[in-house]
Every structure is written in structure tokens, then in C-alpha cells.
Nanobody, 132 residues
Framework: EVQLQAFGGGLVQAGGSLRLSCVASGFTFDGHVIAWFRQAPGKGREGVSCISRSDGTTYYTDSVKGRFTISSDDAQNTVYLQMNSLKPEDTAIYYC?????????????????????????WGQGTLVTVSS
């Protein structure tokens, strides 16, 4: 059974940093795409970043470019989202998701968006709160 568990959320002041972790289990961690989405209070789910496990290609939504970094640790079956220079508008529940086909990063680079329908499995979410 594929499982994704997201960790690392918390309360931080504006300008601070947090690192989120997404631990994957129940499958061979290779050739897939892992993504981070977020959902702010009263808003829809928004794609933040994704990474291809096959070649390390990444995609970031415009609002986090230069502040967030996504990375992958094969040995730990874990994908990280390093979030720096956090802003109050980054406050949200952050979810990690997995794309079985491995095409989601290419699709994002082509379409300049992240579509949650491209993803097959979802973690439970971790809350990030940024105070002003």
C-alpha cells in the first residue's frame, strides 16, 4: 500500500524558515514525481513545487520561486521542501502527492501549472502558519 506522510509544519514568524518532509512507503521510490500542494483557509488547493525522481527536474509556482527549494533523498525515500523567507500568505496546510506516471513535472513545465488530477496518492497534510 502506497503511503505518504508529511512532517515539519509549525508556527514561524515572517522571514523565517521551515523544512517539510514527505516520507513515502509501499513502493519503489524511482521514476515517480513527488509534489507539494497547499491549501490556505477558505481557498482551493494550489500547486507549490514538484520534482521528478528519475532525473531531478523541478518545477516551482511563481509565488515561491527563489524562496522554496524541493529536493529528494533516495536512501530515505523522502522529499523535502525547504521554505525560506516565509510570508504570511504562505500560511496553509501543505500536502505531498505522488504521480505514478512520472510525467507531472514535464506537464507542469509545458503548461506552467500544477494540476492535482495528475497525482495518484496524497499524504495527510501538515499545517504551516506564518505570523506577521
Amino acid at each position: 500500500e502506497v503511503q505518504l506522510q508529511a512532517f515539519g509544519g509549525g508556527l514561524v514568524q515572517a522571514g523565517g524558515s521551515l523544512r517539510l518532509s514527505c516520507v513515502a512507503s509501499g513502493f519503489t521510490f524511482d521514476g515517480h514525481v513527488i509534489a507539494w500542494f497547499r491549501q490556505a483557509p477558505g481557498k482551493g488547493r494550489e500547486g507549490v513545487s514538484c520534482i521528478s525522481r528519475s532525473d531531478g527536474t523541478t518545477y516551482y509556482t511563481d509565488s515561491v520561486k527563489g524562496r522554496f527549494t524541493i529536493s529528494s533523498d533516495d536512501a530515505q525515500n523522502t522529499v523535502y521542501l525547504q521554505m525560506n523567507s516565509l510570508k504570511p500568505e504562505d500560511t496553509a496546510i501543505y500536502y505531498c502527492a505522488l504521480d505514478d506516471s512520472g510525467l507531472a513535472v514535464l506537464n507542469s513545465l509545458t503548461d506552467a501549472t500544477m494540476n492535482e488530477d495528475w497525482y495518484d496518492y496524497w499524504g495527510q497534510g501538515t499545517l504551516v502558519t506564518v505570523s506577521s
